[in-house]
């Protein structure tokens, strides 16, 4: 319940490990989003909509997502080069998203911020650049080389049958919607934890 942005740092550095994690959270979630965070995405892509007021229309933009879309960044996917100035406003964009759960709409006079609900999990090779909320450093006890990676994606895509992933994706749904309440000693620690 609530913002709860998570960092996965120590990634295994595997070509495609970001990219085949996200595919089996897809598999689970009803909406997601893979972005890698690569530096020519970031420069050349529009993360937040803008008012076109030549075509008098709204252009969207890759934040501009449905709420209860889980947002899977990859910074594992990170090169070297140059951000342009519109690569610092896309991650200042997608920090302002994440700390705040607003998503900015660019009207060219003035910006206007507009309430979502887009759960985050950042994928990293050291500490993330980007805020969070939680951060869980992957912790392997073996070494992880390409072909144990494969074996594993490829024992748990053999796992993962449809009517298992229904049932999943059933339950994910309704338990965001299920009633809460905290025991005493549980909400007497988050009262002192917060004061």
Known sequence: ????????????????????????????????????????????????????????????????????????????????????????????????????????????FHNIEFETDVPCLVLSDGRSLLPNDCQVMMNTTEVASPTVIDQAFSTIGQELNESFL??????LTVVRHLDYNLQDAAQEAVQKDFV
């Open 1 to 108: 319940l609530g913002k709860f942005s998570i960092n996965i740092h120590h990634v295994p550095l595997h070509r495609d490990f970001g990219k085949r994690l996200a595919t089996v959270l897809q598999l689970l979630l009803c909406k997601s989003h893979y972005l890698p965070l690569t530096v020519d995405n970031l420069n050349k892509m529009h993360f937040i909509p803008k008012k076109d007021y030549t075509a008098n229309r709204l252009v969207s933009g890759l934040l501009q997502l449905s709420n209860h879309t889980h947002l899977i960044l990859d910074e594992t996917a990170m090169d070297e080069g140059q951000l342009n100035q519109d690569g610092v406003q896309n991650l200042t964009a997608i920090g302002h998203l994440i700390s705040w759960q607003k998503c900015q709409y660019n009207f060219s």
């Open 166 to 171: 229904s049932t999943l994706r059933k339950y």
